[in-house]
Nanobody, 126 residues
Framework: QVQLVESGGGLVQAGGSLRLSCAASGLTFSSYAMGWFRQAPGKDREFVAA????????YYADSVKGRFTISRDNAKNTVYLQMNSLKPEDTAVYYC???????????????????WGKGTLVTVSS
């Protein structure tokens, strides 16, 4: 059974930093591209960042480029999202997702992902 478990969310002031982690089990982690998505109240789930199965390619939404960094440790079956210079508009539930490698599907579309975590809440106060 595949499990993706996010952690590291919380309350932070604007300008602060948080590091999210997503621990994966039940799959061959190194064979999956990983992504982070977020969903704010009343809004659709949106793409934040993704990293290829090798870690050699990374992708970011324009809204987080230069502030967020995605990385992975295949030895630990974990993907990370370092979030710096946080803004109130970053407030959302953040979800980790996995997509089988070489699927040919875009990482930026939620319905293209194969597995999802349950999310972790990030709240940025002004």
């Amino acid at each position: 059974q595949v499990q993706l478990v996010e952690s590291g969310g919380g309350l932070v002031q604007a300008g602060g930093s948080l590091r999210l982690s997503c621990a994966a089990s039940g799959l061959t982690f190194s064979s999956y591209a990983m992504g982070w998505f977020r969903q704010a109240p009343g809004k659709d789930r949106e793409f934040v960042a993704a990293i290829s199965w090798t870690g050699g390619s990374v992708y970011y939404a324009d809204s987080v480029k230069g502030r967020f960094t995605i990385s992975r440790d295949n030895a630990k079956n974990t993907v990370y999202l370092q979030m710096n210079s946080l803004k109130p508009e970053d407030t959302a539930v953040y979800y980790c997702a996995a997509q089988r490698r070489n699927s040919g599907r875009s990482y930026t579309i939620p319905t293209n992902m194969d597995y999802w975590g349950k999310g972790t809440l990030v709240t940025v106060s002004s």
